[in-house]
């Protein structure tokens, strides 16, 4: 009885593996804000079956990207969740690595609306000019709950209130629309949320109307306990921790004993940079 359990277990497993088909997430900077000295900053490559992305571009991505060994050809497109620096700081040497390692596969960039011009303009000052480069690159505005399909996934981006108060203290002087987003991956039955920077737990509520399989949370822009809170009792399979604010990486200890009580038993942990999850 038990091996024809086992073996029962197996094919379905192995099923629900079919259903859900092959996904890994590569953490190439899981570091907040701040200088880190033992994290870089925002930047992950998600791996579907059919199609990978890259989400957010921090410092000191194109060290880590070339330090993996993944081909510079391994990813589709690049979404970028807003336009501070420590999500977009590794950009323009990154498309630089890409022009030297002889990218070929076009590549469409995914950002605010706001930041394509000054990006462009960026890439020339740096005299990286688009005869140089072996690929054809191109730059699309993100747009609320506008999906972006590549090869049956899709990726839907949601608004996030993360720029809110700059926004409310600064536009005036300094008009632009000061957009961030998070971002829902669909692949078949898969389902994976990746908040990028939000403005409170509740940004999270259009990612979680339909049960996750994963949920990839920043934990920097609040206190702790308001999103344990919040996430206890979602449909979440799993949740990994990331852009961890300095104060509670220092006391990490504390931080996954606060979650192991609030989160009702979610499954989580705390991402390292170069950690590679699969589900």
Known sequence: MGDGFSVCLCLKHGQLRNRMGKFSLKCFGVGDGWPCADRNHAAFLYRFDKASFLVDCGEALSSSYKASGLSYDAFDRIFISHLHSDHTAGFFMFIQGLWLERRTKALPVHMPAEGIKPFRQMLEAGLIFPELLQFKMRFEALRVRRPVTTNGVRVTPFRSSHLDQLRAAFQKRHPQKFEAFCFLMEAGRLRVGHSADIGAPEDLAPLLQKPLDLLVCELAHFQPEDLFRYLNGQAIKRI??????????????????????????IPYSFARDGEEITL
């Open 240 to 265: 990994v921790f990331i852009h961890v604010a300095r104060p509670y990486w220092e006391k990490l200890g504390k931080m996954r004993q606060l979650a192991t009580r609030m989160l009702g038993g």
